[in-house]
């Protein structure tokens, strides 16, 4: 399969999850601007490594949000939006430990299949 044939069906699961459209954009050029390194590899590598990978992102979502919310809480500022950005990394944060869980659950249901 090539990778427009791929990215295609990339493409589709990304409509089918029901995103923002917007969103799915941006995921969709990240992906195009890595085609020369990317490729199809994905369709060819180990499963496994991939939802490692995607892991390790989630886990990046969450430490990046503690981050920018330190970072946020020390710059000072205007109470109620410093409490306005703090809900949302918060939020972002949970989203990310709940797509962990998914993430593990996704492992083992691999594992199993292997």
Known sequence: MSAPD???RVR?????????????????ARIEAQTQELGTSFLWGSLSALVAECAQE?????????LIATRIEHDGGEPF????????????????????TMLCELRRLI????
């Open 58 to 66: 989630a886990e990046d979502l969450a430490a990046w949000s503690a």
């Open 81 to 100: 939006a410093t409490r306005r950005a703090r809900a949302l990394l918060t939020a972002a944060t949970q989203r990310a430990g709940e797509a962990d």
């Open 6 to 8: 791929a990215y295609t």
């Open 12 to 28: 589709a699961f990304l409509a089918d999850a029901e995103v923002r459209p917007e969103f799915a954009a941006r995921a969709m």
């Open 111 to 114: 594992e199993r299949a292997a």
